[in-house]
C-alpha cells in the first residue's frame, strides 16, 4: 500500500532543496506562486475549466483552488493561502487532505481581497511565479517570471521525485482501464463519440479533467496527428481505431495511444511489428544518450518497416538515407510528461536556460536532453498514410502507391508508452496495466 504521507513530505522536502537552490542563483529572498483565476468567457457569465498554474500544482495536490497562494521563503515552511470561499452557489474548493496538510502551513481566507494581509509587507526582494494579474502591479514584487529563475525550475522539473512518479504510476493504471474500454467499444462497432464516452466513463474523468482532448479516429482520421472531430454515427465498415488518451492523479497525467486492425491482414500485421519496434527502441535507452539521438534510431527501425512491407521500393538502409521515413513517421518520438502532457524544459540545455532549438533534421521533436536518471517521457513510434506529406512526392518511383493507396484507408499507427529511467535501467509506467491490448 503506498505511504502517501511519507512520499509526500519527501516531495516537498526536495522542492524545498530546489527552489531554495533556485532562488540563490537568481538573487531573491522569496517567490509567491498563485494558482491563477478562473478565465470568463466573452461577454458571459461561464468560466472557462480551470486549470492552476503547474508551479503551483507541483506543491499542491489540489484538483483545483482558484484564488490561492503558494508562499516560499528558505528556512521557513511553505505556507498555502488556501481560498474557499462560503458560496451557496457552487462547490467551494476541497480542504487539504491528511496525506498533505501537514507538509504546508495552511491559512484559509474565504476572499481573494483578504490575501495581501497574508503576504510579507515588503516584496521586493520576492519574485513571482506563474499567471500574471493586475492586482499583483501593486504589491512592490522584485520580479514576475524572471527567466533565472523559471529555467533553473523548468530544468528540475524533468527529475521526478518517488511522489511524482507514484502518482505517474496510478494515472496510468487509470487511463489503461479506459484504454481497454475503448477497445472493447471499438470492437463491438460503436462510433468514435460513443467511444469517447465509454472511455470517459471508465476513466472516471469529465472531459475538462482529462490532461488532454481525447484523439479517438476510426479507419482513415488516424492519419489526423490531433485529430478530434469525433464521428456521432459508426463508420460503413471498420477497419482501424487509433486512440491517443491520458488521464490525471494528482494533477500528474499519463499519456496512451494503441491502434487496432478490425481483422487480420498487412495492417494488423504492421501494427504488430510496429509494437515490436517500439518496445525495442525502448530496449536501446541508456543514460547519457541523447533522446535525439534516440529519436533517429527509431527512423532507421521505421524505415526497416517500410522496406519490408513494401511500401517504399528500396533497402530499409537507403530508405533512412533519402529521409522517407520523414513522409510517414512526421513527429517526435516522445516528450517529458508530468504535471504537463507535453512538459516543458524539453530543449533546454542546462539549468540557465540556453535552448538548442528546433532539431534540424526533427524540428517537430519536443524533447532533445540527454537521458538521465529519474527521467519520465513518452515513447510513442507511429506510421500514416498523410495525403499532404505523400503529395511532396507525387510521381516518385521508389514509393509503391498502389501499395499506399491500399493503406490510405487506415490511417496510420501509433504505439506510446511512458518510460522511466532509474539505475541505467528503465520502467515502462504502461506495459503492467495495458499488456494484453496494442
Same mark, same amino acid.
Given at each position: 500500500m503506498t505511504d502517501w504521507t511519507s512520499l509526500f513530505a519527501r516531495h516537498v522536502a526536495t522542492l524545498v532543496e530546489r527552489y531554495t537552490e533556485g532562488l540563490a542563483l537568481a538573487g531573491y529572498h522569496g517567490v509567491?506562486?498563485?494558482?491563477g483565476s478562473p478565465d470568463r468567457r466573452f461577454q458571459d457569465d461561464q468560466d472557462y475549466p480551470f486549470w492552476g498554474s503547474p508551479f503551483f500544482r507541483q506543491w499542491v495536490p489540489s484538483r483545483g483552488a482558484p484564488e490561492s497562494m503558494l508562499i516560499f521563503v528558505p528556512g521557513e515552511t511553505a505556507q498555502l493561502v488556501h481560498y474557499q470561499p462560503r458560496d451557496y452557489w457552487h462547490v467551494a474548493p476541497e480542504p487539504a487532505e491528511a496525506f498533505w496538510a501537514?507538509?504546508?502551513?495552511?491559512?484559509v481566507i474565504d476572499s481573494p481581497d483578504q490575501l495581501r &494581509?497574508?503576504? +510579507? !509587507? &515588503?516584496l521586493s526582494s520576492f519574485a513571482l511565479l506563474g499567471y500574471e494579474d493586475d492586482r499583483f502591479s501593486s504589491w512592490g514584487l522584485g520580479a514576475v517570471n524572471p527567466p533565472e529563475l523559471m529555467h533553473y525550475l523548468i530544468w528540475m522539473r524533468?527529475?521526478?521525485? +518517488?511522489?511524482?512518479?507514484?502518482?505517474?504510476?496510478?494515472?496510468?493504471?487509470?487511463?489503461?482501464?479506459?484504454? !481497454?474500454?475503448?477497445? &472493447?467499444?471499438?470492437?463491438?462497432?460503436? =462510433?468514435?463519440?460513443d467511444i469517447h464516452l465509454r472511455y470517459l466513463a471508465a476513466s472516471r474523468h469529465r472531459e475538462c479533467e482529462l490532461p488532454y482532448g481525447n484523439i479517438v479516429a476510426l479507419n482513415e482520421h488516424g492519419a489526423v496527428l490531433h485529430y478530434d472531430d469525433y464521428d456521432r454515427e459508426p463508420p460503413a465498415e471498420r477497419r482501424a481505431f487509433l486512440i491517443d488518451a491520458g488521464a490525471s492523479f494528482r494533477n500528474y497525467h499519463a499519456d496512451i495511444t494503441r491502434t487496432y486492425a478490425a481483422g487480420k491482414g498487412d495492417f494488423a500485421d504492421m501494427v504488430e511489428r510496429m509494437n515490436t519496434e517500439q518496445l525495442g527502441i525502448i530496449d536501446e535507452i541508456q543514460m547519457g544518450m541523447s533522446y535525439g539521438a534516440l529519436h533517429d534510431a527509431m527512423h532507421r527501425r521505421i524505415a526497416g518497416m517500410l522496406s519490408d512491407f513494401d511500401i517504399v521500393r528500396l533497402p530499409a538502409e537507403a530508405v533512412?538515407?533519402?529521409?522517407? =521515413?520523414?513522409?510517414?513517421?512526421?513527429?517526435?518520438?516522445?516528450?517529458?510528461?508530468?504535471? !504537463?502532457?507535453? &512538459?516543458?524544459?524539453?530543449?533546454?540545455?542546462d539549468p540557465d536556460g540556453p535552448q538548442v532549438g528546433r532539431h534540424p533534421d526533427y524540428p517537430a521533436l519536443r524533447? !532533445?536532453?540527454?537521458?538521465?536518471?529519474?527521467?519520465?517521457?513518452?515513447?510513442? +513510434?507511429?506510421l500514416y498514410f498523410i495525403d499532404q506529406l505523400l503529395g511532396e512526392h507525387e510521381g516518385n518511383a521508389d514509393f509503391n502507391w498502389p501499395r499506399i493507396e491500399s493503406l490510405k484507408p487506415f490511417g496510420g499507427i501509433r504505439i506510446e508508452d511512458t518510460v522511466l529511467v532509474k539505475d541505467g535501467d528503465t520502467e515502462n509506467f504502461t506495459r503492467p496495466f495495458l499488456t494484453s491490448k496494442h
Amino acid at each position: 500500500m503506498t505511504d502517501w504521507t511519507s512520499l509526500f513530505a519527501r516531495h516537498v522536502a526536495t522542492l524545498v532543496e530546489r527552489y531554495t537552490e533556485g532562488l540563490a542563483l537568481a538573487g531573491y529572498h522569496g517567490v509567491l506562486i498563485p494558482a491563477g483565476s478562473p478565465d470568463r468567457r466573452f461577454q458571459d457569465d461561464q468560466d472557462y475549466p480551470f486549470w492552476g498554474s503547474p508551479f503551483f500544482r507541483q506543491w499542491v495536490p489540489s484538483r483545483g483552488a482558484p484564488e490561492s497562494m503558494l508562499i516560499f521563503v528558505p528556512g521557513e515552511t511553505a505556507q498555502l493561502v488556501h481560498y474557499q470561499p462560503r458560496d451557496y452557489w457552487h462547490v467551494a474548493p476541497e480542504p487539504a487532505e491528511a496525506f498533505w496538510a501537514n507538509a504546508l502551513d495552511i491559512k484559509v481566507i474565504d476572499s481573494p481581497d483578504q490575501l495581501r &494581509d497574508c503576504l +510579507p !509587507q &515588503d516584496l521586493s526582494s520576492f519574485a513571482l511565479l506563474g499567471y500574471e494579474d493586475d492586482r499583483f502591479s501593486s504589491w512592490g514584487l522584485g520580479a514576475v517570471n524572471p527567466p533565472e529563475l523559471m529555467h533553473y525550475l523548468i530544468w528540475m522539473r524533468a527529475y521526478k521525485t +518517488p511522489y511524482e512518479q507514484a502518482c505517474m504510476r496510478e494515472a496510468n493504471r487509470i487511463a489503461a482501464h479506459a484504454h !481497454q474500454a475503448a477497445a &472493447d467499444a471499438f470492437h463491438e462497432g460503436l =462510433s468514435e463519440f460513443d467511444i469517447h464516452l465509454r472511455y470517459l466513463a471508465a476513466s472516471r474523468h469529465r472531459e475538462c479533467e482529462l490532461p488532454y482532448g481525447n484523439i479517438v479516429a476510426l479507419n482513415e482520421h488516424g492519419a489526423v496527428l490531433h485529430y478530434d472531430d469525433y464521428d456521432r454515427e459508426p463508420p460503413a465498415e471498420r477497419r482501424a481505431f487509433l486512440i491517443d488518451a491520458g488521464a490525471s492523479f494528482r494533477n500528474y497525467h499519463a499519456d496512451i495511444t494503441r491502434t487496432y486492425a478490425a481483422g487480420k491482414g498487412d495492417f494488423a500485421d504492421m501494427v504488430e511489428r510496429m509494437n515490436t519496434e517500439q518496445l525495442g527502441i525502448i530496449d536501446e535507452i541508456q543514460m547519457g544518450m541523447s533522446y535525439g539521438a534516440l529519436h533517429d534510431a527509431m527512423h532507421r527501425r521505421i524505415a526497416g518497416m517500410l522496406s519490408d512491407f513494401d511500401i517504399v521500393r528500396l533497402p530499409a538502409e537507403a530508405v533512412y538515407d533519402r529521409g522517407y =521515413s520523414r513522409t510517414f513517421f512526421p513527429h517526435g518520438l516522445g516528450h517529458l510528461i508530468g504535471l !504537463q502532457t507535453h &512538459d516543458v524544459g524539453g530543449w533546454l540545455t542546462d539549468p540557465d536556460g540556453p535552448q538548442v532549438g528546433r532539431h534540424p533534421d526533427y524540428p517537430a521533436l519536443r524533447l !532533445q536532453r540527454t537521458i538521465e536518471t529519474d527521467m519520465l517521457f513518452t515513447i510513442e +513510434p507511429g506510421l500514416y498514410f498523410i495525403d499532404q506529406l505523400l503529395g511532396e512526392h507525387e510521381g516518385n518511383a521508389d514509393f509503391n502507391w498502389p501499395r499506399i493507396e491500399s493503406l490510405k484507408p487506415f490511417g496510420g499507427i501509433r504505439i506510446e508508452d511512458t518510460v522511466l529511467v532509474k539505475d541505467g535501467d528503465t520502467e515502462n509506467f504502461t506495459r503492467p496495466f495495458l499488456t494484453s491490448k496494442h
